[in-house]
């Protein structure tokens, strides 16, 4: 939005007026945490950008524009500031990219856009369940043991819809082993299907569901928030806090007392009686649970020690963990047969098998009771300071890197020996069994999420977790410039090209082109235009030509691509007529060839005339029968005659 002021220019609303150097250190301030890490063009863009802008509103005249005054001020001057730490971008979740699990690369891009919340499963990853943004459920794969719950026992490499489930938001999935299925609604509803020979769909038979069926049974006026899946047990957490459990109890881990199978929900009581659960997690035969003071109890099967409660013996009902004693536990998390907890301080503990030291102490020795890994040695910091102590400018740094620097989120899978965490920073590491090789240690990745980490590196390469894909209104710096391409609103200039306008911004068209760059000069007539008439290209050509300059893409059919190559050897855009020549190979036919051959021609464009000049030899007969052959030029027929004669083209 922009007003009109009385005594000089149009300038953007809010900014009243304040100093250049105040108005560029804010807008740098605001654009730099978007960057990319890794882009040093988008940083060097940036920086011409917050340059020009700098000159555009640096309007002489009286106080109306933003000139800095001609007297000195009292103020002390504003510096171009240093850039704002990395760890800020934080605050701007990733999107995250299904396409990094296989199964995905199935579906188009227009319906990966459509994803809300996905999870891959199954022993092999082989089958996948994805709600839209309308709230409609899909599912595609093996569909092993019925776990997709379509009705029938048949795989598909096609999406199919699950309309029993349609219109019911979902805030909570898991799968089992076999695989079995559970989905808790917004509405706290639970349903289940798949694998039941164990009864761990809760529903009192062992039969397999074919569909998702509601599991009611001893669950009437309960709201399900959260459910989770053993191999073949399954847990469910209301909004109350009470934690209900049935199937497979072979070892306890329904907590029940006893170890015959449960073949409907019971709520588990003992020590859990009256206290209140706030999270849930399985391993394959062993079940957790985090109360709301902190506390942590298991239950279940505990021969690696995945309990943590200091031997291993299975345990028939829950069971609390002594060693976190004093600490407040936030989150747990549950491998095959290893546990992670992560407290409010943001430390990390492990217990159980180590086998592919998935607890990352540094070896692969079982652990029966918890163990603090990723102190603050083991990531190469300096010790705690004591409070009240002398400490250095570099101590105080250090120390605060150190507690914002915290772990903030902990992943593992039943499924899987793998294990990962976040930092505060957006760090993840990743340790256990990742692609055949055992990290012992956390290892500092590349990736932004810890989902990524089961999606390239887990063995199945399963879902951790329901995946909610992120779809905000945050835009990169590239994909702004792309929305504002032809945009009125906010467009300094207009280009008028047979008779229709095209918007644009003067300072992009300086950064991205230097024709533009030279073009507007106070010694161009053109700089003070607020409409430049084109005549010698056509409105495609040129509109395609600017929209390059925003987005780096071109899509033209090969004819037009012949006149935007005119262009682009005019402005000397070398990148462009490179495009351009590549899009004119990925179109040529034997109709358009000889005229595309002929461009090539006229451009020289050297790369280009040699493809088009093999692909009419190779098609000569065809070629010489098409209007565009007979219609060229004299003097290039017979030079492309003489040429072919040469490459042996008539000979018998």
């Given at each position: 939005?922009?007003?009109?002021?009385?005594?000089?220019?149009?300038?953007?609303?809010?900014?009243?007026?304040?100093?250049?150097?105040?108005?560029?250190?804010?807008?740098?301030?605001?654009?730099?945490?978007?960057?990319?890490?890794?882009?040093?063009?988008?940083?060097?863009?940036?920086?011409?950008?917050?340059?020009?802008?700098?000159?555009?509103?640096?309007?002489?005249?009286?106080?109306?524009?933003?000139?800095?005054?001609?007297?000195?001020?009292?103020?002390?001057?504003?510096?171009?500031?240093?850039?704002?730490?990395?760890?800020?971008?934080?605050?701007?979740?990733?999107?995250?990219?299904?396409?990094?699990?296989?199964?995905?690369?199935?579906?188009?891009?227009?319906?990966?856009?459509?994803?809300?919340?996905?999870?891959?499963?199954?022993?092999?990853?082989?089958?996948?369940?994805?709600?839209?943004?309308?709230?409609?459920?899909?599912?595609?794969?093996?569909?092993?043991?019925?776990?997709?719950?379509?009705?029938?026992?048949?795989?598909?490499?096609?999406?199919?819809?699950?309309?029993?489930?349609?219109?019911?938001?979902?805030?909570?999935?898991?799968?089992?082993?076999?695989?079995?299925?559970?989905?808790?609604?917004?509405?706290?509803?639970?349903?289940?299907?798949?694998?039941?020979?164990?009864?761990?769909?809760?529903?009192?038979?062992?039969?397999?569901?074919?569909?998702?069926?509601?599991?009611?049974?001893?669950?009437?006026?309960?709201?399900?928030?959260?459910?989770?899946?053993?191999?073949?047990?399954?847990?469910?957490?209301?909004?109350?806090?009470?934690?209900?459990?049935?199937?497979?109890?072979?070892?306890?881990?329904?907590?029940?007392?006893?170890?015959?199978?449960?073949?409907?929900?019971?709520?588990?009581?003992?020590?859990?009686?009256?206290?209140?659960?706030?999270?849930?997690?399985?391993?394959?035969?062993?079940?957790?649970?985090?109360?709301?003071?902190?506390?942590?109890?298991?239950?279940?099967?505990?021969?690696?020690?995945?309990?943590?409660?200091?031997?291993?013996?299975?345990?028939?009902?829950?069971?609390?963990?002594?060693?976190?004693?004093?600490?407040?536990?936030?989150?747990?998390?549950?491998?095959?047969?290893?546990?992670?907890?992560?407290?409010?301080?943001?430390?990390?503990?492990?217990?159980?098998?180590?086998?592919?030291?998935?607890?990352?102490?540094g070896n692969k020795s079982n652990q029966?009771?918890?163990?603090?890994?990723?102190?603050?040695?083991?990531?190469?910091?300096?010790?705690?300071?004591?409070?009240?102590?002398?400490?250095?400018?570099?101590?105080?740094?250090?120390?605060?890197?150190?507690?914002?620097?915290?772990?903030?989120?902990?992943?593992?899978?039943?499924?899987?020996?793998?294990?990962?965490?976040?930092?505060?920073?957006?760090?993840?590491?990743?340790?256990?069994?990742?692609?055949?090789?055992?990290?012992?240690?956390?290892?500092?990745?590349?990736?932004?999420?810890?989902?990524?980490?089961?999606?390239?590196?887990?063995?199945?390469?399963?879902?951790?977790?329901?995946?909610?894909?992120?779809?905000?209104?945050?835009?990169?710096?590239?994909?702004?410039?792309?929305?504002?391409?032809?945009?009125?609103?906010?467009?300094?200039?207009?280009?008028?090209?047979?008779?229709k306008y095209i918007h644009v911004h003067?300072?992009?068209?300086?950064?991205?082109?230097?024709?533009?760059?030279?073009?507007?000069?106070?010694?161009?007539?053109?700089?003070?235009?607020?409409?430049?008439?084109?005549?010698?290209?056509?409105?495609?050509?040129?509109?395609?030509?600017?929209?390059?300059?925003?987005?780096?893409?071109?899509?033209?059919?090969?004819?037009?691509?012949?006149?935007?190559?005119?262009?682009?050897?005019?402005?000397?855009?070398?990148?462009?007529?490179?495009?351009?020549?590549?899009?004119?190979?990925?179109?040529?036919?034997?109709?358009?060839?000889?005229?595309?051959?002929?461009?090539?021609?006229?451009?020289?464009?050297?790369?280009?005339?040699?493809?088009?000049?093999?692909?009419?030899?190779?098609?000569?007969?065809?070629?010489?029968?098409?209007?565009?052959?007979?219609?060229?030029?004299?003097?290039?027929?017979?030079?492309?005659?003489?040429?072919?004669?040469?490459?042996?083209?008539?000979?018998?």
């Open positions: 939005m922009t007003s009109e002021s009385p005594s000089g220019p149009t300038i953007w609303t809010g900014l009243e007026r304040k100093t250049n150097a105040k108005l560029k250190a804010a807008a740098w301030y605001v654009w730099y945490p978007y960057i990319s890490d890794d882009n040093n063009n988008e940083v060097t863009a940036l920086l011409c950008f917050l340059d020009d802008m700098e000159r555009c509103f640096s309007v002489s005249g009286d106080s109306g524009g933003l000139t800095a005054p001609a007297s000195p001020s009292p103020v002390s001057p504003v510096l171009t500031p240093t850039p704002p730490p990395r760890r800020a971008r934080v605050r701007y979740p990733a999107m995250v990219d299904v396409g990094k699990w296989p199964l995905f690369t199935l579906l188009g891009a227009q319906e990966v856009s459509r994803i809300r919340q996905a999870c891959v499963f199954g022993t092999s990853a082989n089958e996948a369940i994805y709600i839209t943004q309308d709230d409609e459920v899909f599912v595609f794969g093996l569909n092993c043991s019925n776990c997709l719950g379509t009705g029938d026992s048949q795989s598909t490499m096609v999406p199919k819809k699950l309309d029993f489930l349609r219109g019911k938001k979902v805030v909570s999935l898991s799968y089992g082993s076999g695989p079995h299925v559970l989905l808790a609604t917004e509405g706290g509803e639970l349903f289940a299907w798949g694998h039941n020979g164990y009864s761990q769909l809760g529903n009192g038979t062992t039969n397999q569901g074919v569909s998702p069926i509601l599991v009611s049974t001893n669950l009437q006026n309960k709201k399900i928030t959260q459910v989770a899946c053993g191999s073949h047990h399954s847990l469910a957490l209301t909004h109350d806090g009470e934690v209900f459990a049935w199937g497979y109890n072979n070892c306890g881990q329904v907590g029940s007392g006893a170890t015959a199978n449960q073949p409907t929900p019971r709520r588990v009581t003992n020590c859990l009686q009256g206290k209140v659960v706030m999270g849930i997690a399985c391993g394959q035969t062993s079940s957790m649970a985090v109360l709301d003071n902190g506390e942590v109890f298991g239950w279940g099967y505990n021969g690696n020690g995945q309990l943590g409660v200091g031997n291993n013996g299975n345990q028939l009902t829950p069971c609390r963990l002594a060693a976190l004693q004093g600490l407040c536990v936030l989150q747990i998390a549950s491998g095959y047969a290893h546990s992670l907890a992560l407290t409010d301080e943001g430390l990390l503990y492990a217990w159980g098998a180590n086998t592919y030291g998935q607890l990352g102490t029966l009771s918890p163990v603090h890994i990723m102190a603050e040695k083991e990531r190469g910091e300096g010790e705690r300071p004591t409070v009240g102590s002398k400490r250095t400018r570099e101590n105080t740094e250090e120390a605060w890197h150190r507690e914002t620097d915290r772990i903030v989120e902990i992943a593992a899978c039943h499924s899987t020996h793998t294990s990962a965490c976040k930092t505060q920073s957006g760090q993840v590491y990743m340790w256990g069994q990742c692609r055949g090789q055992s990290i012992v240690l956390p290892h500092l990745t590349h990736f932004s999420c810890t989902d990524d980490v089961f999606a390239c590196f887990a063995t199945p390469s399963v879902m951790w977790r329901l995946l909610s894909i992120e779809h905000d209104d945050f835009l990169t710096v590239a994909q702004s410039l792309r929305k504002e391409f032809d945009s009125p609103e906010t467009a300094d200039l207009k280009f008028s090209v047979d008779g003067k300072a992009v068209l300086k950064i991205r082109c230097e024709h533009f760059r030279s073009m507007f000069q106070s010694h161009w007539t053109e700089d003070m235009k607020e409409v430049i008439e084109i005549d010698q290209f056509s409105y495609p050509v040129y509109r395609s030509f600017l929209e390059f300059l925003y987005t780096d893409n071109v899509d033209l059919p090969p004819e037009d691509a012949i006149g935007l190559l005119d262009l682009a050897t005019s402005y000397c855009e070398n990148r462009l007529k490179r495009l351009c020549q590549h899009i004119i190979k990925r179109g040529i036919t034997v109709e358009n060839a000889f005229s595309l051959l002929s461009a090539a021609v006229r451009y020289d464009a050297e790369d280009l005339e040699e493809f088009c000049f093999k692909f009419c030899v190779n098609h000569l007969t065809e070629v010489t029968q098409t209007a565009a052959f007979w219609q060229i030029d004299g003097n290039m027929l017979k030079e492309f005659i003489c040429r072919a004669s040469r490459c042996g083209a008539f000979k018998n």
